[in-house]
Protein backbone atom coordinates (compact mmCIF):
# COMPACT_ATOMS: atom_id res chain seq x y z
CA UNK A 1 0.00 0.00 0.00
CA UNK A 2 -0.82 2.05 -1.65
CA UNK A 3 0.54 0.96 -4.89
CA UNK A 4 -2.74 2.27 -7.19
CA UNK A 5 -5.08 5.06 -6.68
CA UNK A 6 -7.79 7.29 -8.76
CA UNK A 7 -8.01 11.46 -8.89
CA UNK A 8 -10.76 12.36 -11.40
CA UNK A 9 -11.61 16.23 -10.36
CA UNK A 10 -10.93 19.07 -13.04
CA UNK A 11 -8.58 21.60 -11.56
CA UNK A 12 -11.03 23.60 -11.21
CA UNK A 13 -12.88 21.72 -8.73
CA UNK A 14 -9.59 20.87 -6.60
CA UNK A 15 -8.98 24.41 -6.52
CA UNK A 16 -12.12 25.41 -4.95
CA UNK A 17 -12.18 22.18 -3.06
CA UNK A 18 -8.65 22.94 -1.04
CA UNK A 19 -8.69 26.72 -1.49
CA UNK A 20 -5.85 26.82 -3.20
CA UNK A 21 -4.72 28.90 -6.61
CA UNK A 22 -4.25 26.44 -9.61
CA UNK A 23 -0.78 26.48 -11.28
CA UNK A 24 -1.52 23.44 -13.22
CA UNK A 25 -3.00 25.93 -16.03
CA UNK A 26 -6.26 23.64 -15.64
CA UNK A 27 -3.81 20.69 -17.07
CA UNK A 28 -5.16 18.32 -14.65
CA UNK A 29 -6.73 14.99 -16.40
CA UNK A 30 -8.99 12.50 -14.45
CA UNK A 31 -7.17 9.13 -14.51
CA UNK A 32 -8.89 6.29 -12.61
CA UNK A 33 -5.42 3.97 -12.50
CA UNK A 34 -2.78 6.38 -11.22
CA UNK A 35 0.55 4.29 -11.15
CA UNK A 36 4.05 4.94 -9.89
CA UNK A 37 5.92 8.07 -11.79
CA UNK A 38 2.68 9.49 -12.95
CA UNK A 39 2.08 13.56 -12.67
CA UNK A 40 -0.59 13.68 -10.92
CA UNK A 41 -2.61 17.06 -8.76
CA UNK A 42 -1.12 17.62 -5.25
CA UNK A 43 -1.49 20.97 -2.84
CA UNK A 44 1.29 22.43 -1.70
CA UNK A 45 2.16 25.72 0.24
CA UNK A 46 3.56 28.08 -2.28
CA UNK A 47 6.71 30.41 -1.05
CA UNK A 48 4.23 33.19 -0.91
CA UNK A 49 2.52 31.37 1.68
CA UNK A 50 -0.68 30.13 -0.23
CA UNK A 51 -1.97 27.44 -1.01
CA UNK A 52 -0.99 26.21 -4.43
CA UNK A 53 -2.44 23.16 -6.88
CA UNK A 54 0.03 21.57 -9.03
CA UNK A 55 1.53 18.67 -10.73
CA UNK A 56 3.93 16.42 -9.27
CA UNK A 57 5.42 12.73 -10.01
CA UNK A 58 4.78 10.09 -7.60
CA UNK A 59 7.66 8.53 -6.31
CA UNK A 60 9.81 10.96 -4.33
CA UNK A 61 13.61 11.45 -5.09
CA UNK A 62 15.78 13.32 -2.67
CA UNK A 63 17.51 16.12 -3.97
CA UNK A 64 20.67 13.55 -3.30
CA UNK A 65 19.33 11.03 -5.61
CA UNK A 66 21.74 10.28 -8.72
CA UNK A 67 19.16 9.41 -11.01
CA UNK A 68 15.63 8.95 -11.17
CA UNK A 69 15.82 5.35 -11.58
CA UNK A 70 14.58 4.35 -8.02
CA UNK A 71 11.42 6.61 -8.10
CA UNK A 72 9.23 4.04 -8.13
CA UNK A 73 10.10 2.48 -5.09
CA UNK A 74 9.47 5.85 -2.90
CA UNK A 75 5.77 6.33 -4.02
CA UNK A 76 5.01 5.43 0.06
CA UNK A 77 6.67 6.54 3.09
CA UNK A 78 5.69 5.09 6.44
CA UNK A 79 4.75 7.20 9.49
CA UNK A 80 7.05 4.85 11.29
CA UNK A 81 10.10 6.13 10.12
CA UNK A 82 9.04 9.37 7.93
CA UNK A 83 10.52 11.67 10.39
CA UNK A 84 13.80 9.89 10.68
CA UNK A 85 14.47 8.76 7.46
CA UNK A 86 17.63 9.83 5.15
CA UNK A 87 15.36 9.74 2.17
CA UNK A 88 11.97 11.35 4.07
CA UNK A 89 12.96 13.42 7.26
CA UNK A 90 13.71 16.85 5.50
CA UNK A 91 11.28 16.46 3.20
CA UNK A 92 8.76 15.73 5.84
CA UNK A 93 9.96 18.44 8.20
CA UNK A 94 9.73 21.15 5.40
CA UNK A 95 7.75 20.48 2.78
CA UNK A 96 4.43 18.43 3.39
CA UNK A 97 1.56 17.92 0.68
CA UNK A 98 -2.15 17.18 0.31
CA UNK A 99 -2.80 14.66 -2.20
CA UNK A 100 -6.40 14.16 -3.72
CA UNK A 101 -7.57 10.82 -4.29
CA UNK A 102 -11.44 9.63 -5.20
CA UNK A 103 -9.76 6.30 -3.46
CA UNK A 104 -7.19 3.42 -3.86
CA UNK A 105 -6.58 0.32 -4.85
CA UNK A 106 -5.64 -2.94 -3.24
CA UNK A 107 -5.51 -6.34 -4.27
CA UNK A 108 -6.51 -9.51 -1.93
CA UNK A 109 -4.89 -12.88 -2.69
CA UNK A 110 -8.17 -15.68 -2.92
CA UNK A 111 -7.84 -19.28 -1.53
CA UNK A 112 -7.45 -20.43 -5.10
CA UNK A 113 -4.63 -18.14 -5.70
CA UNK A 114 -6.33 -15.36 -8.01
CA UNK A 115 -5.60 -11.68 -6.62
CA UNK A 116 -8.77 -10.22 -6.15
CA UNK A 117 -8.67 -5.89 -6.66
CA UNK A 118 -10.74 -3.73 -4.11
CA UNK A 119 -11.50 0.04 -4.50
CA UNK A 120 -11.49 1.68 -1.28
CA UNK A 121 -13.82 4.77 -1.88
CA UNK A 122 -15.84 7.23 0.71
CA UNK A 123 -19.26 5.87 -0.60
CA UNK A 124 -20.63 9.54 -0.73
CA UNK A 125 -18.29 10.40 -3.57
CA UNK A 126 -16.38 12.91 -1.32
CA UNK A 127 -12.70 13.36 -2.12
CA UNK A 128 -9.84 11.85 0.35
CA UNK A 129 -6.50 13.98 1.47
CA UNK A 130 -3.97 11.88 1.42
CA UNK A 131 -1.07 12.66 3.45
CA UNK A 132 2.11 13.45 1.08
CA UNK A 133 5.39 14.97 1.45
CA UNK A 134 7.65 16.10 -1.51
CA UNK A 135 11.00 17.31 -3.11
CA UNK A 136 12.39 18.73 -5.94
CA UNK A 137 14.93 16.96 -8.04
CA UNK A 138 17.42 18.50 -10.27
CA UNK A 139 19.32 16.19 -11.46
CA UNK A 140 19.11 16.55 -14.73
CA UNK A 141 17.35 19.06 -17.10
CA UNK A 142 14.34 21.35 -15.25
CA UNK A 143 13.35 20.42 -11.85
CA UNK A 144 11.09 17.55 -11.29
CA UNK A 145 8.75 17.86 -8.35
CA UNK A 146 8.01 14.22 -6.68
CA UNK A 147 6.26 13.04 -3.72
CA UNK A 148 5.16 10.37 -1.89
CA UNK A 149 2.11 9.33 0.05
CA UNK A 150 2.15 8.48 3.92
CA UNK A 151 1.14 4.91 5.04
CA UNK A 152 0.28 3.89 8.43
CA UNK A 153 -1.67 0.55 10.18
CA UNK A 154 -4.53 0.09 8.71
CA UNK A 155 -7.74 -0.15 10.84
CA UNK A 156 -10.97 -1.71 11.42
CA UNK A 157 -12.21 -3.71 8.37
CA UNK A 158 -9.20 -2.19 5.95
CA UNK A 159 -7.44 -4.59 7.82
CA UNK A 160 -8.80 -6.93 6.54
CA UNK A 161 -7.45 -5.72 2.47
CA UNK A 162 -4.40 -5.08 3.94
CA UNK A 163 -2.06 -4.12 6.58
CA UNK A 164 -1.49 -0.88 5.49
CA UNK A 165 -3.43 1.82 4.22
CA UNK A 166 -2.65 6.09 2.97
CA UNK A 167 -2.38 8.58 6.44
CA UNK A 168 -5.94 10.49 5.79
CA UNK A 169 -6.57 13.68 7.09
CA UNK A 170 -9.87 15.31 7.58
CA UNK A 171 -10.32 18.71 6.40
CA UNK A 172 -9.52 20.41 9.86
CA UNK A 173 -6.00 18.49 9.51
CA UNK A 174 -5.33 20.10 5.94
CA UNK A 175 -3.84 23.50 7.64
CA UNK A 176 -1.69 21.86 10.32
CA UNK A 177 -0.44 19.11 7.62
CA UNK A 178 0.61 22.05 5.51
CA UNK A 179 2.25 24.27 7.83
CA UNK A 180 2.28 22.89 11.35
CA UNK A 181 5.64 23.09 13.12
CA UNK A 182 3.75 20.42 15.86
CA UNK A 183 5.49 17.41 17.20
CA UNK A 184 5.54 14.51 14.87
CA UNK A 185 3.40 12.77 17.00
CA UNK A 186 0.71 14.74 16.57
CA UNK A 187 0.88 15.61 12.61
CA UNK A 188 1.00 11.76 12.11
CA UNK A 189 -1.75 10.93 14.32
CA UNK A 190 -4.05 7.68 12.74
CA UNK A 191 -7.41 9.06 11.46
CA UNK A 192 -10.42 9.23 13.92
CA UNK A 193 -12.91 5.90 13.14
CA UNK A 194 -15.37 8.47 11.97
CA UNK A 195 -13.66 8.93 9.20
CA UNK A 196 -12.98 5.10 8.05
CA UNK A 197 -16.73 4.55 8.62
CA UNK A 198 -17.66 6.46 5.57
CA UNK A 199 -15.42 4.09 3.37
CA UNK A 200 -16.47 1.66 1.07
CA UNK A 201 -14.29 -1.82 0.16
CA UNK A 202 -15.48 -2.16 -3.02
CA UNK A 203 -14.70 -5.62 -5.63
CA UNK A 204 -13.95 -4.63 -9.03
CA UNK A 205 -12.46 -6.17 -11.93
CA UNK A 206 -8.82 -7.73 -13.20
CA UNK A 207 -8.26 -4.71 -15.68
CA UNK A 208 -6.86 -2.43 -13.02
CA UNK A 209 -4.26 -4.46 -12.90
CA UNK A 210 -3.10 -3.32 -16.05
CA UNK A 211 -1.26 0.31 -15.83
CA UNK A 212 -2.73 0.82 -19.50
CA UNK A 213 -6.42 0.49 -18.33
CA UNK A 214 -8.12 3.52 -17.71
CA UNK A 215 -11.65 4.82 -17.36
CA UNK A 216 -14.25 5.02 -14.73
CA UNK A 217 -15.24 1.13 -15.72
CA UNK A 218 -12.56 0.08 -13.47
CA UNK A 219 -14.15 1.53 -10.35
CA UNK A 220 -17.44 -0.45 -10.91
CA UNK A 221 -18.21 -2.64 -8.49
CA UNK A 222 -18.15 -6.48 -9.56
CA UNK A 223 -19.64 -9.60 -7.91
CA UNK A 224 -17.43 -11.91 -6.64
CA UNK A 225 -17.17 -15.91 -7.26
CA UNK A 226 -16.41 -18.57 -5.40
CA UNK A 227 -14.26 -18.31 -2.05
CA UNK A 228 -14.47 -14.60 -2.67
CA UNK A 229 -18.02 -14.51 -2.29
CA UNK A 230 -18.04 -16.43 0.74
CA UNK A 231 -16.06 -14.12 2.43
CA UNK A 232 -18.05 -10.75 1.08
CA UNK A 233 -19.95 -11.02 4.21
CA UNK A 234 -17.23 -10.85 6.74
CA UNK A 235 -15.43 -8.03 4.28
CA UNK A 236 -18.46 -5.48 3.89
Not at 7 to 21: C, I, P, V
Not at 45 to 52: E, S, V
Not at 81 to 109: K, N
Request: net charge neutral; hydrophobic share 40%; charged share 20%.
Amino acid sequence: MCGRYATTRSAGDLSALFESHDETGGGVDADHNVAPTDRVPLVRLAPAGHRALTLGRWGLLPSWSRSPAGAARMINARVETVATSRAYAGAFARRRCLVPADGWYEWVRSADGRKQPYYLTPSDGSVLALAGIWSVWEGSGEPLLTFSVLTTSALGELAEVHDRMPLLLPRDRWGPWLASTDEPERLLAPPAPGLLAGLEIRPVGAAVGNVRNNGPQLTARVPLTGADAAKETTLF
